[in-house]
């Protein structure tokens, strides 16, 4: 992450106590039976900086390793093994774009209470070839040497040229739009 230019302090996002999900949804009449997958976000790294005692100015980075979502529910072996085939080849296409990335563009905080914060964050995702504005909401609080955040966000795969799954010979078909949400520790950096 460039400088500010500001006297600033760095917060490594710990990926090791946080959570990154992805809800995908079925659609059809299908729905009401069919699986619509719960997906996590294994191998990503995010920091976020900003000025020492404040929420302003606040820059945020998150990468995330394509072939590293695997789904999360319970399902037999074959299941598992066509949904991240159908994922990572004919979705993601992890060979071709191995990596997804947040940069924040432009943030704005409101102060809820004392050391808790709403941040609405405008930024651009690069996901699949296509770089788009994907602004987040998010709750902040912040500790003495850390920063606890939460919060969910919408995706449609179609902004991003990202074709629809389809699984079971076409049985199963996914919706357009998915619903990430996260919670995420941060821990300052001297």
Known sequence: MASTGLAGVRYIIDTRVSQFTVQAFASGLVAVVAHSPKIAIRDWSGDVHMTANSLQPVGLRVLIKSASLEVLDELGDSDRREIHRVMN??????????????????????????????????????????????????QVSLGADSARAYG???VR??????????????????????????????????
């Open 89 to 138: 080849q004919e979705v993601l296409e992890t060979a071709r774009y191995p990596e997804i990335l947040y940069e924040s563009s432009e943030i704005t905080t409101e102060r809820l209470r004392e050391d808790l914060y709403r941040l609405r964050i405008g930024g651009k995702l690069t996901l699949h070839g296509v770089s788009d504005d994907q602004p987040l909401v998010s």
């Open 152 to 154: 969910e966000f919408s």
């Open 157 to 190: 795969q179609s902004d991003y040229n990202i074709r629809i799954a389809s699984i079971a010979g076409g049985s199963l078909k996914l919706q357009d739009d998915l619903k990430l949400s996260f919670y995420v520790v941060a821990r300052r950096q001297e």
